[in-house]
Nanobody, 125 residues
Framework: QVQLEESGGGSVQAGGSLRLSCKYT?????MGWFRQAAEKDPEGVAT???????TYADSVKGRFTISQDTLESTLYLQMNTLKPEDTAIYYC??????????????????????RGKGTLVTISS
């Protein structure tokens, strides 16, 4: 069982930055961030596997960075050069899948077993 709690959401202007944090309990081999904009399906944003390899959605490559502090049991998402289309509820997620399937989560459009309640990110133009 993994419990996750996000923080760090808020409202910023386009071009700004935010860092999301996710404090978790338990262990997971694959972790990630998902988001869901109003009236849209959820989408994977970034994942990090037990091997440390990361994957990103094309829409955020070069702007977002996922990282993990295992000693502090915290997952981060650094978001730079934010755009209005990044506005969404962002969820932290975790799963027991291994490194190879973890790298394919975003491409497959898969979900993960555990998810936090989310934090709202609003980007104004």
């Amino acid at each position: 069982q993994v419990q996750l709690e996000e923080s760090g959401g808020g409202s910023v202007q386009a071009g700004g930055s935010l860092r999301l944090s996710c404090k978790y309990t338990g262990t997971a081999d694959c972790m990630g961030w998902f988001r869901q904009a109003a009236e849209k399906d959820p989408e994977g944003v970034a994942t990090i596997g037990a091997d440390g390899r990361t994957t990103y959605a094309d829409s955020v490559k070069g702007r977002f960075t996922i990282s993990q502090d295992t000693l502090e049991s915290t997952l981060y998402l650094q978001m730079n050069t934010l755009k209005p289309e990044d506005t969404a509820i962002y969820y932290c997620a975790a799963d027991s899948m291994g490194p190879v399937p973890c790298r394919g989560v975003i491409a497959r459009g898969d979900d993960m077993d555990y998810r936090g309640k989310g934090t709202l990110v609003t980007i104004s133009s």
